[in-house]
């Protein structure tokens, strides 16, 4: 059975090689588009060709912008992080403080041992 993953995956794959194709086709025979039912003038096939290429370019290069905003945006209000020293100091002073919590458990007097019956003898 196919999951939901697989479908959306596969819807993708599809959308994505249409418009491949569509991009290709009109960039290199503009022609075609008349059989679809779009009026090309001869005269303007330069245009159509350049708009193929501009379109997508132009929405790339806001895209990297927009990615390039967001990263300067995080770099900007993130605070700094602390010093390696610091994070050293702090993790030398909590295992200090684990071994002064240990140590008066260990100093206090010892639990008195059992003290053991003397073992019957077996009949044999």
């Known amino acids: 059975?196919?999951?939901?993953?697989?479908?959306?995956?596969?819807?993708i794959f599809v959308v994505c090689l249409l418009v491949a194709i569509?991009?290709?086709?009109?960039?290199?025979?503009?022609q075609w588009l008349s059989t679809i039912g779009i009026?090309?003038?001869?005269s303007w096939m330069p245009s159509v060709q350049f708009w193929v290429?501009?379109?997508?370019?132009f929405i790339?290069?806001?895209a990297v912008m927009g990615i390039g905003a967001w990263i300067g945006w995080t770099m900007a209000?993130?605070?700094p992080p602390k010093p390696i020293e610091e994070i050293t100091t702090e993790i030398e002073e909590k295992k200090e403080e684990e071994k002064i919590e240990e140590k008066p458990t260990e100093e206090k007097a010892?639990?008195?041992?059992?003290?053991?019956?003397?073992?019957?003898?077996?009949?044999t």
Do not use: N
Request: proline letters at 12%; hydrophobic letters at 35%.
């Open 1 to 11: 059975m196919v999951s939901k993953d697989q479908t959306i995956g596969g819807v």
């Open 22 to 30: 569509f991009y290709v086709v009109t960039l290199f025979y503009p």
């Open 39 to 42: 009026k090309v003038d001869t």
């Open 53 to 57: 290429i501009a379109i997508p370019v």
């Open 60 to 62: 790339i290069f806001i």
């Open 77 to 79: 209000t993130t605070p």
């Open 110 to 123: 010892p639990e008195p041992e059992e003290t053991k019956k003397p073992e019957r003898k077996r009949r």
